[in-house]
Structure formats: structure tokens, C-alpha cells
């Protein structure tokens, strides 16, 4: 999903981040639509904003909005990853991979839309952003010890090189646990070795009581920007958050993640995009961390 320069708008500088507002319509162009076949998911637009949530809003991402468990295939199917651009590390059941299907046990554990408590991957109902969430519940077993990730594979067919890339993520945690979950954002361009920003991006005791009955919140505008990546035309890279502990003891809190803005800007000319956008933003020269806020959801 690309969209104009109207369609975003900066946050007062205490938020230091974007956030992208939805148009109705949703746009898109052949390049996105073609992208699934590469086994990553496209940056088509140099100079552009690309919005990643689970409700059927990019095309080249599938709606999980169908009231059943996740899995990951090679597929754009609704209620499916695609295992082609997204990978899980750290469940009990093993990981997954690229390009391979992945369903039932740790990988299929429900379609919920409160507190669960067995370790594995879930599709969240009623988060407030966008109603719909892909998230986890680690346990001693499952995503712990900062074993756990999720991986988005991407390719930039911008047709120029990307020196910078912002990355800004919202979702929601459930702090009703004694053991208390961080996910901080890693980069890298070769899946092997990884820029680790080492500041917190979410810390789940950061939010609600970390009582039973803890109702979930939402957490808006965390993320980083990665600059100085010199990313070719049709180079690939990897977005990797990682799930690790912070503090407490006993079971852990769960998390998911329901929107992902990932903008970009480019070195020298592009070609010209259908639709493009120019980010104040990424005029960055370093990693930054971008600010946070967060909505009680009842």
C-alpha cells in the first residue's frame, strides 16, 4: 500500500514519529502485486511509504481476519504468513523457514480475543488499530530467553538505491503476568549478521498492572530508522524484532503486532512512481530511536 503526501502527517515532535492514516481506497501497483513470486515483499517506490497491517489492506499481505488460527506457507491465502517474506524463531516446535509451510501445535495455536496461556503463535482479535494482530505467548519453552523473533524478508525494487529505511510498528501487550517481555528491532542485509539497536522499543512492564486480569493496550509509533545502508536496486534485507525478558518471575505476557509503516528514502534519481511521498524524517544521518505512546484498550 503506497500513499500521497496527504495521507500522512507528522505527530507533534514530543511523538517523534509518523503515522500513516488509511485512505478508503487502497492502492497499489503491478510491481506490488507481482511481488510474492520474489519470496519477499516489495518496496516498489523509492521515496515511499509502504503500510503492512492483517486485515486485507496490502495487497501483498493476507488478511488474518478469518476467526481461525494462523500458519505460514508459501501462499497469499487469507489466514496465512507468507512464509516466503515472514519467518517465526524460537517455538518449541522448531523454527520455521523461508518459502516452507508451517501449520498445527506452536504455529496454529488460535484465533483469540483475550488472554490466552499455551506458548505459540495466535491471530488476536479487537486490537484497536486495526481489530486484527498476529502475536505470541512465549512460555519456558517457547520464544524465551531472547531465542524469539519474527522475521519480514524485503527487496527493494525501487529501481534506485535506499540509503535509509523507518521502520514504525504498533500492536498491543498484555501485562498480566509475573514475567515481563521486551522486543527491540534489528537490520541486517544479509540475514546474518544483524544491526542490534540495544535500546528497548517495548517493554511490556511498561504497561497495564501485570495483574490476571490485565486488560490489553495498545502500544503506537515504536521503531527505528536504519541509515546509511547503500540497499542496491533488487538487493533483499530483513527486519527482525526479537522477544526476550526483561523482568519478574512465573508465566510471561503476551504480545502482538497489527501495523507495520515502513518508509524509505533513496540516493540519486528514481524512476517515477504512480504515487510517491517524501519523509522530513528519514533525513537522518544515525539509528534513532522514534517515541512511543500507548491507548488502554477496556
Known amino acids: ?69 494462523p500458519s505460514l506457507a508459501p501462499t497469499t491465502s487469507s489466514g496465512v504468513l507468507d512464509s516466503r517474506m515472514w519467518r517465526v524463531e524460537g517455538l518449541s516446535d522448531g523454527d520455521t523457514t523461508f518459502g516452507n509451510t508451517f501449520s498445527g501445535g506452536d504455529y496454529s495455536r488460535g484465533f483469540a480475543s483475550g488472554s490466552v496461556g499455551t506458548g505459540g503463535m495466535y491471530t488476536f482479535d479487537g486490537v484497536p488499530t486495526t481489530g486484527t494482530a498476529i502475536g505470541f505467548q512465549p512460555t519456558g519453552t517457547d520464544l524465551d530467553g531472547g531465542d524469539g523473533s519474527l522475521t519480514l524478508k524485503i527487496r527493494n525494487d525501487t529501481g534506485a538505491t535506499i540509503d535509509a529505511i523507518s521502520v514504525v510498528f504498533d500492536g498491543f501487550v498484555r501485562n498480566n503476568a509475573g514475567r515481563d517481555q521486551t522486543i527491540t528491532l534489528e537490520y541486517s542485509s544479509d540475514d546474518l549478521t544483524y544491526t542490534d539497536i540495544t535500546t528497548v522499543a517495548v517493554d511490556t512492564a ?93
Open 206 to 298: 511498561d504497561y497495564g498492572t501485570g495483574s490476571s486480569g490485565s486488560p490489553a493496550e495498545e502500544f503506537s509509533g515504536e521503531g527505528e530508522v536504519f541509515s546509511g545502508l547503500n540497499l542496491a536496486d533488487g538487493d533483499e534485507a530483513f527486519l527482525k524484532w526479537v522477544f526476550s525478558e526483561s523482568t519478574g518471575s512465573g508465566s510471561r505476557d503476551e504480545f502482538g503486532f497489527s501495523e507495520i509503516t515502513i518508509s524509505n528514502t533513496t540516493l540519486g534519481p528514481v524512476g517515477a512512481p504512480e504515487v510517491s511521498t517524501v519523509l522530513p524524517l528519514l533525513g537522518v544521518l544515525s539509528v534513532g530511536l522514534l517515541g512511543h505512546r500507548r491507548r488502554k484498550q477496556a
Open 1 to 69: 500500500m503506497r500513499l500521497t503526501l496527504s495521507d500522512f502527517s507528522l505527530k507533534p515532535a514530543h511523538y517523534n514519529t509518523v503515522k500513516v492514516r488509511y485512505l478508503a481506497a487502497i492502492i497499489a501497483s503491478s510491481a506490488a502485486l507481482a511481488s510474492n513470486a520474489s519470496g519477499s515483499y516489495v518496496i516498489a517506490a523509492g521515496d515511499d511509504v509502504d503500510v503492512i497491517d492483517f486485515t486485507g489492506n496490502n495487497v501483498q499481505v493476507a488478511t488474518l481476519d478469518t476467526g481461525s488460527a
